[in-house]
């Protein structure tokens, strides 16, 4: 499943090949997305791509008098391509920008591509959507006051996206191994120092994936660019059994929310 990072680095990839272009055309093969694609979306010709931003796993294009908003789901990716590059199966969508065609595919059908007018953010999808984590935002202090009132094991409340938004499964074992903090610790019992250290950790892990990715930024125009999720040497995570890399003790894993947590017993207090 595309993570906070492949999104941040498919924004990265079109916003660089779309930015200021003219739509020319939109193509919709398969309406049947998570939500059936709007009828709104195939008059979208003769607008412009102004920015492409994103709001936790959204990509919101905004085209002047409103914004498409577009998600990968479980299964999608987005690439660009030369006009007449034959649609595959699971081509869902097509944006026409003159010449360069953004496609949609979705072998499983999760993703989405709807249109809204006025503050994209404020959309019923976006409007209750944790803190950003790789906004200034999220400070130590934040992190903390966020908790306080969660008896929650942090893991799982770094997973909440209605407390920071995009933290997956893998980026919370990871943040919290970097930050020294026991995954099944509440929330609530995080210190204000712990929260420093974890907030600065989530952006690390973020940023380090992101960057790890963004070497696939310039294959958007190829025919088999962006997807799946980047292979990053993880510390913990998928690690169970192995030796810790700073203290050669066990990676020990263990379910929380029927989620897979991976953490150094030694390293994690
Ligand atoms: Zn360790």
């Known amino acids: ?72 789901g479980m299964s999608g990716s987005l690439r660009v391509l030369p006009p007449g590059t034959p649609a595959q199966k699971h081509d869902h969508f097509d944006l026409v920008l003159g010449d360069r065609v953004l496609r949609l595919r979705d072998p499983r059908r999760f993703g989405a591509v709807l249109w809204t007018t006025g503050d994209a953010e404020a959309h019923p999808l976006l409007a209750h959507l944790g803190v950003e984590p790789l906004s200034r935002a999220l400070t130590g202090e934040r992190l903390h006051a966020l908790t306080r009132a969660h008896r929650t094991a942090i893991k799982q409340f770094l997973m909440d996206g209605r407390r920071i938004v995009g933290v997956g499964n893998i980026y919370a074992s990871e943040a919290l191994f970097r930050a020294g903090i026991n995954p099944k610790k509440a929330a609530r019992r995080l210190t204000a120092r712990e929260c420093e ?31 799946g999720e980047y292979q990053v040497r993880t510390l913990v995570y ?30 994690q207090r």
Not at 50 to 70: A, P, W
């Open 1 to 72: 499943m595309p993570e906070l990072p492949e999104v941040e680095v498919t924004r990265r990839g079109i916003a660089l090949q779309l930015t200021g272009r003219i739509i020319s055309g939109v193509a919709v093969r398969e309406p049947r997305l998570r939500w059936p694609v709007p009828r709104e979306v195939l008059a979208l010709a003769g607008r412009t791509v102004r920015t492409i931003r994103r709001r936790g796993k959204y990509l919101l294009v905004d085209c002047g008098d409103g914004h498409l908003i577009l998600h990968l």
């Open 197 to 227: 250290r974890l907030a600065k950790s989530i952006k690390d892990t973020l940023r380090a994936a992101i960057k790890a990715g963004g070497s696939s930024i310039q294959n958007f125009l190829a025919a088999d660019g962006a997807a």
């Open 238 to 267: 998928d690690r169970g059994g192995q030796k810790c890399r700073r203290c050669a003790s066990l990676i020990r894993r263990l379910v929380q929310g029927q989620r897979s947590t991976y953490y150094c017993p030694t390293c």
